[in-house]
Each structure stands twice: as structure tokens, then as C-alpha cells.
């Protein structure tokens, strides 16, 4: 595609400058099938014109060639530069741009510009096959994107931290007994599985590749834990210490999340390929169990949060159909008070979206 605005040339001239740049095109193994586009039609209905004229801005160029939905797009403008330079000569392709300035604004030696500029193809079945964009594909992103069930599994890591546990302990004598309190510390891990939805946004193409998302999701974990618990005191002297014990503690979460995620990657023709860095608020109902005792206990701890990163490809050719992404997260919840213990978990699973 050949967009050519050469200030006051005649429309004689516009057209055998089109006409060379073509031709030049063709050389390098391009075809010309989309030489009857609209352009001003389509750039108009992207916001893309600028007093009348088609926009010569190489990043809204890489745009309008995705929304023309073609291999190749060449914008050749005229310009005032202090350098001397009459004529802008930018070539879009498939992987990024390329302008140059040109003191001359023969036709020869624009042409010759698009001649060093334009990558050479060197395979005519695969010119012909990438030259132009599917015609759906507008349709196809809007399809990927929108509110978007999620699901998926993790398995992860977890500390636990369980402050002033209380035991009862023989006194230094030995003729009665003394409480005491001290931290107990807990480190296993566990599974679990998260349902919920995602927005995304309708994807538009774009050199920078970023946009930002939004997710609500339950959850539902279970963990088992290797607990060191304070059980006695052991006296040396006028000193004591704690002596621990080992515990077996089983604690289910059902977290709460809510949050949003900024992506940042890159497009190719029909996908997106990057990471989405994702922040929410995660408050969870736990269940915590000592597995040497018959009873558990409840509560619900406001005091969560949760960092994640999702590995992401997001392909339009698959329409609505879902895609599993890799996350990697870290969660947890602060320890209030003792009532309110603090728990870490380092995760990783598979989310489809």
C-alpha cells in the first residue's frame, strides 16, 4: 500500500510515483492487491488524518497498516526540514519502520529510497500468503476479548507464622507448673483452585503492546504444615529457653481477589505475546486444623493481597476458545493479632482465559 502526498503535485504525477513505488514493490517480491484500499476512509474512521491529509506519524502508520490489513505500507510526505530535506519516505512492515529524509523529491530518487528500505522478499508464495491480513480479524480480537471466564490450578510453597502460643510448663522446681508464650513457625505447601472472570480489553495492535486488564476470582487452597510449637520450658542454671515440639497443622483458605494486571509484550499479525503484572486485594475465610486434636477453628482475616505475573499469549485466531497462561504468584495474609496468624504463599499453575 503506497500512500504519496507530495504537496501541489498533479494528480498526474501522484499517480506514476504511485505507479514506480509499485513497481519497486514488485521487485522485491510484494504484490499490489491492495492497491484500490480506501485509505483516507480507513484512517479517517481510526482518527488517523491530520488537516485533511493522511497522518505521516510512523507509530500511527504501524496502526493504519493493521487496520488496512497489509504486509507493507508506504507513506511519502513532504516536509520542511532544517537539514534541507523536502520529502519523508517511511516504509511500515510487519516488523516495525523505517523512515529517511530526502533533499530531492524526483521520483527517482524516491523510488530509489523505497529500493534500499524495503526489506526484499525472497519466497513469492510466502509474499502472496502474509501480504494481507485476515479480514476478520477485527472481529476475531473482539471475540478474545471482553469478560472472560477463568480457571485453573497452582501448587505452591507456604510459611505460617503463629504468634503467642501458650503451653504449660513444670516450674524450675518441679513443684508446680508455669505458662508461658512463644512464636511458632510453620513451613509446608499445598494446592489449589481458583474459578472466576477476567476482562480484557478489544486488543488493538499496537508498537507499544500494552493494556490493562481486570480479574475477580475465588479460590479455594488447602495446605498442610510442619509446625516447631513452643511445648516446655527447659531450665540451665538462672536461665531458661523453649523447648518445641513438632505439630501437624491442615489450614483450607477460600481467598477473595480482586484486582488488575498491566500488560506489557509485543503483537505479532494475530497475537499478543507477553507478561500481564497483576496486583489485587485477596482477604480469605480460613479453616485451621491441628491434626492431633478432633476440633478446627474459623476466621476470616481482611488483610490480604496478592502479586502475580502471568505468562500470556493471547491468539485471535482462537476466537472465544480459551488459552492456558502460566502464573506465577505470591500471596498471603498479615498477622492481625493472635487470633489472626500470617501466612506467605509462593505459587505456581496454570490459569486458562
Same mark, same amino acid.
Given at each position: 500500500?503506497?500512500?504519496?502526498?507530495?504537496?501541489?503535485?498533479?494528480?498526474?504525477?501522484?499517480?506514476?510515483?504511485?505507479?514506480?513505488?509499485?513497481?519497486?514493490?514488485?521487485?522485491?517480491?510484494?504484490?499490489?492487491?491492495?492497491?484500490?484500499?480506501?485509505?483516507?476512509?480507513?484512517?479517517?474512521?481510526?482518527?488517523?488524518?491530520?488537516?485533511?491529509?493522511?497522518?505521516?506519524?510512523?507509530?500511527?502508520?504501524?496502526?493504519?497498516?493493521?487496520?488496512?490489513?497489509?504486509?507493507?505500507?508506504?507513506?511519502?510526505?513532504?516536509?520542511?526540514?532544517?537539514?534541507?530535506?523536502?520529502?519523508?519516505?517511511?516504509?511500515?512492515?510487519?516488523?516495525?519502520?523505517?523512515?529517511?529524509?530526502?533533499?530531492?523529491?524526483?521520483d527517482e530518487s524516491i523510488e530509489h529510497a523505497l529500493d534500499v528500505l524495503l526489506p526484499r522478499r525472497t519466497d513469492p508464495n510466502a509474499a502472496?500468503?502474509?501480504?494481507?491480513?485476515?479480514?476478520?480479524?477485527?472481529?476475531?480480537?473482539?471475540?478474545?476479548?471482553?469478560?472472560?471466564?477463568?480457571?485453573?490450578?497452582?501448587?505452591?510453597?507456604?510459611?505460617?507464622?503463629?504468634?503467642?502460643?501458650?503451653?504449660?510448663?513444670?516450674?524450675?522446681?518441679?513443684?508446680?507448673?508455669?505458662?508461658?508464650?512463644?512464636?511458632?513457625?510453620?513451613?509446608?505447601?499445598?494446592?489449589?483452585?481458583r474459578v472466576g472472570v477476567q476482562y480484557l480489553p478489544t486488543l488493538t495492535p499496537n508498537p507499544a503492546g500494552t493494556f490493562f486488564s481486570a480479574?475477580?476470582?475465588?479460590?479455594?487452597?488447602?495446605?498442610?504444615?510442619?509446625?516447631?510449637?513452643?511445648?516446655?520450658?527447659?531450665?540451665?542454671?538462672?536461665?531458661?529457653?523453649?523447648?518445641?515440639?513438632?505439630?501437624?497443622?491442615?489450614?483450607?483458605?477460600?481467598?477473595? @481477589? $480482586?484486582?488488575?494486571? /498491566?500488560?506489557?509484550?509485543?503483537? !505479532?499479525?494475530?497475537?499478543?505475546?507477553? %507478561?500481564?503484572?497483576? *496486583? #489485587?486485594?485477596?482477604?480469605?475465610?480460613?479453616?485451621?486444623?491441628?491434626?492431633?486434636?478432633?476440633?478446627?477453628?474459623?476466621?476470616?482475616?481482611?488483610?490480604?493481597? @496478592? $502479586?502475580?505475573?502471568? /505468562?500470556?499469549?493471547?491468539?485471535? !485466531?482462537?476466537?472465544?476458545?480459551?488459552? %492456558?497462561?502460566?502464573? *506465577? #504468584?505470591?500471596?498471603?495474609?498479615?498477622?492481625?493479632?493472635?487470633?489472626?496468624?500470617?501466612?506467605?504463599?509462593?505459587?505456581?499453575?496454570?490459569?486458562?482465559?
Open positions: 500500500m503506497v500512500v504519496a502526498d507530495l504537496g501541489g503535485a498533479t494528480s498526474t504525477r501522484s499517480a506514476a510515483l504511485r505507479a514506480g513505488l509499485y513497481a519497486v514493490g514488485r521487485a522485491h517480491g510484494y504484490d499490489a492487491a491492495a492497491g484500490k484500499v480506501d485509505v483516507e476512509a480507513a484512517a479517517s474512521g481510526e482518527s488517523l488524518m491530520v488537516a485533511g491529509t493522511v497522518t505521516d506519524e510512523p507509530l500511527k502508520l504501524e496502526h493504519l497498516r493493521f487496520v488496512l490489513g497489509t504486509a507493507v505500507l508506504v507513506r511519502v510526505s513532504k516536509v520542511t526540514d532544517r537539514e534541507g530535506g523536502t520529502v519523508r519516505i517511511t516504509v511500515v512492515t510487519t516488523e516495525g519502520f523505517q523512515t529517511r529524509l530526502l533533499a530531492l523529491d524526483t502472496s500468503a502474509t501480504a494481507h491480513v485476515d479480514p476478520d480479524e477485527h472481529r476475531l480480537w473482539e471475540a478474545r476479548g471482553g469478560f472472560r471466564p477463568t480457571y485453573g490450578a497452582m501448587a505452591f510453597a507456604s510459611l505460617t507464622s503463629l504468634r503467642h502460643v501458650s503451653f504449660r510448663s513444670p516450674n524450675e522446681s518441679g513443684t508446680g507448673t508455669v505458662t508461658g508464650t512463644a512464636t511458632a513457625i510453620g513451613v509446608g505447601g499445598g494446592v489449589g483452585a480479574r475477580l476470582a475465588l479460590g479455594l487452597d488447602t495446605d498442610f504444615f510442619y509446625v516447631r510449637s513452643p511445648h516446655q520450658f527447659s531450665y540451665s542454671g538462672s536461665s531458661r529457653s523453649v523447648v518445641y515440639d513438632n505439630r501437624a497443622l491442615w489450614v483450607a483458605s477460600f481467598p477473595i @481477589e $480482586l484486582g488488575g494486571a /498491566v500488560a506489557f509484550g509485543r503483537f !505479532s499479525e494475530q497475537s499478543w505475546h507477553g %507478561a500481564l503484572l497483576g *496486583i #489485587a486485594y485477596a482477604p480469605q475465610l480460613e479453616y485451621s486444623l491441628d491434626l492431633g486434636r478432633s476440633s478446627g477453628d474459623f476466621r476470616f482475616n481482611p488483610a490480604g493481597a @496478592e $502479586l502475580s505475573v502471568d /505468562v500470556t499469549g493471547i491468539d485471535a !485466531s482462537r476466537a472465544n476458545e480459551s488459552a %492456558a497462561q502460566i502464573r *506465577i #504468584a505470591l500471596w498471603g495474609v498479615a498477622p492481625l493479632n493472635d487470633g489472626h496468624p500470617g501466612m506467605l504463599s509462593l505459587g505456581i499453575g496454570v490459569i486458562w482465559y
